[in-house]
């Protein structure tokens, strides 16, 4: 089996996959074009690239008997993963390996900007000598608030601490276990970091939340004084305004490892400002986390050629045939029943409990269908990279823990799938599920303690209103009113006269007026918008 290794990876990776007699190890010496590889892939069972290498559907399509791309590192934006998951291609990653690298940089760069460092040096390189120009300030004492508790924020906030900093931190999805584990105190609300940090650190990944969430109105609420650090992604920070910040003294430095536009141009004015320091995205720039990276792909490469183990996977878990014909529709069902309860629940939830009952108790292996809930309820929190396989790596890192049963207590239905969600112990909301006439038919058939049935595709409005005469009636005028087409509706009450659960599933998302027009009915409540 042929291994094409595209870009500069560790001597160690290399030789880990040389000494393989199964393996004929090609390295390339230099930066091919896409048309360049084509003709190369042509007989290619596996590609180990990093970041220089365009993993391209033309790429896929000239190599019939690729089985897997190795990439040395995290980001997979080089590789058509859709490509690859159409071609039965399957694409791997390595996502541990630059995380002390980065967080190691982070503080450097905190330290730098506390002394300012690379000021003194170049009045150094300039012949001066100016001590009084560059007093500095210690961390000790001071608040450091950082923005993502994941894998490299909570190591950047462990450094905080051991220099006697303050460590406030913000990340709606972490549990407050987790944050005291670490050490930390965690906020709910940005302005309260803005409000008490001296210096504030970034580890959230691009999404629509986060991008230019470092904007003119963030900076107007931050600290006197304060000074940034970002070695996330640049997308995060509005550039000018951070420009402005500066000028005006309210941001006293910045440092920046990553950029919206990379390489970064010539003429950015970022690069003649004094305030900021700036490194060439240097984050996983260190021997120790190159030589991890090629290591850790070598592993899973050779892992996945020989014995057929999935690893570090972004677009396919590993079941063999059988198996996967028995759990693939629990994985649909699985997944539409995280999705729909992580647009219900609140944000502070530390426990899943799951109960498979029915003949669901029976399957071989439901680690792939929790991994499924997982994914769907984590999808909320937009965490990059998010794959079956690191998923609950990532569940633990926010403080989420999963509790599995298989029951054989009696139950209505011959399949039962049954999440429920909690937080400090109090049950929160739960939902289950089970399939209608045949496997590809899934169900939500139980929500809020109560019997419905919600088909688990599209849009979906559900509330909770009196049990009295009119409701359907109204609900229906007002949908047409606004040209909202119901697909189906589910009702059912606990007692007669009672407390209802309504439930349609509508072709189109209903405006907020029309959703401000039901709450003022002042006997329905709770309505909630869920998108499947």
Known sequence: MKILVCDPVSPKGIALLQQHPEFEVVVLSERVSEAQLLPLVKDVAAMVVRSETKVTARVIEAAPQLRVVGRAGVGVDNVDVEAATQHGVVVMNTPGGNTISTAELSFAMLLGLARKVPQAHASMTAGKWDRKQFMGAELAGKTLGVLGLGRIGSEVAKRGLAFGMKVIGYDPFLTEDRARALGIELVRELDNVYREADFITVHMPVTDQTRGMLNARAFARMKPKVCLVNCARGEIMVDNDLLAALDSGKVAAAALDVFGTEPLPAEHPFRKHPGITLTPHLGASTKEAQEKCGVEVAEVITAYLLTGE??????????????????????????????????????????????????????????????????????????????????????????????????????????????????????????????????????????????????PFGVVLLLKNKDRPGIVGYLGTLMGRHNLNIASMSLSRDTVGGQALTVLNLDSVPPQEVLDEIQRDPDISNVKVVKL
Request: net charge positive.
């Open 310 to 455: 999935v690893r570090n996977a972004v677009n396919l878990p590993y079941l063999d045939a059988k198996t996967y014909e028995q759990v693939r529709p629990y994985l649909v069902l699985g997944e539409k029943l995280g999705k729909f309860l992580a647009q219900l629940a609140p944000a502070q939830v530390d426990r899943l409990y799951i109960t498979y009952g029915g003949k669901a108790q029976d399957l071989p292996n439901i680690d792939p269908v929790t991994r499924a809930i997982l994914l769907g309820f984590l999808s909320r929190a937009s965490v990059k990279d998010l794959n079956n396989v690191n998923v609950r790596s990532i569940a633990s890192t926010l403080g989420l823990s999963v509790e599995e049963k298989r029951s054989s207590e009696p139950v209505t239905f011959n399949e039962w799938l049954h999440v429920q969600v909690s937080n400090g112990g109090l049950k929160l909301i739960s939902a289950g599920g089970t399939f209608f006439g045949s496997p590809d038919n899934p169900r939500i058939v139980r929500v809020y303690s109560q019997p419905t049935e919600i088909v």
